[in-house]
């Protein structure tokens, strides 16, 4: 998609990439009540943005999605965080985040990509090459533990 960029987040964008977070998210039918039960659960810490392991979609220059990685104790790397905002979705964006994510997880060695998914994504991440290895509880009901091998 040529009119895709992905770029690192910048600090100064924290707050923006959170609203965007809220609107992703409300969106899955379902989660509303419990997100507005639990809106602490909508926190990017700027930490996170200034290591490096926060990434921005822009679509025609204008934020249409994040995602984020965060190291595991044992090498590999877990997807933290992805969203898009519902008015850009279907156009690749998630995939190109996924694939983004994917590129830095292998520089830094990892073989693998995790996820705990929400079920509402089960496609998205099926599509996206990940594979399901279980189930887990969250504070916000059942997530899939979902993994995508990297090639090296
Ligand atoms: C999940 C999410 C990130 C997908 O983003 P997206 O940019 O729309 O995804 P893409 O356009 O890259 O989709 C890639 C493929 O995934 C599959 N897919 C994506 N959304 C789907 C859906 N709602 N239903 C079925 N398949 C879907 C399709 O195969 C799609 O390819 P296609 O459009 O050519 O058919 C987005 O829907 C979102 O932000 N949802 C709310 C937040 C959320 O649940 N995030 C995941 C937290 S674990």
Redesign the pocket.
């Known amino acids: 998609m040529d009119d895709v960029r992905i770029r690192p987040a910048v600090s100064s964008e924290r707050k923006d990439l959170e609203a965007l977070q809220w609107r992703?998210?409300l969106?899955?039918a379902g989660d509303r009540n419990a997100l507005l039960a639990h809106p602490d659960a909508i926190e990017l810490t700027i930490e996170q943005i200034e290591t490096g392991g926060v990434f921005v979609a822009e679509w025609n220059g204008l934020l249409a999605?994040f995602s984020a990685v965060l190291p595991r104790a044992d090498g590999e790397t877990d997807l933290d965080a992805?969203?898009?905002e519902p008015a850009t979705?279907?156009?690749?964006?998630?995939?190109l985040l996924v694939e983004h994510c994917a590129s830095v997880a292998r520089e830094h060695g990892s073989t693998a990509l995790h996820?705990v998914?929400?079920p509402?994504?089960e496609?998205?991440y099926l599509?996206?090459g990940f594979e399901m290895t279980g189930t887990t509880e969250t504070r916000f009901g059942p997530g899939l533990l979902l993994r995508k091998i990297l090639a090296s």
């Open positions: 992703a998210s969106s899955n999605g992805l969203f898009v979705r279907r156009r690749g964006i998630g995939r996820v998914g929400n509402h994504a496609a998205f599509a996206c």
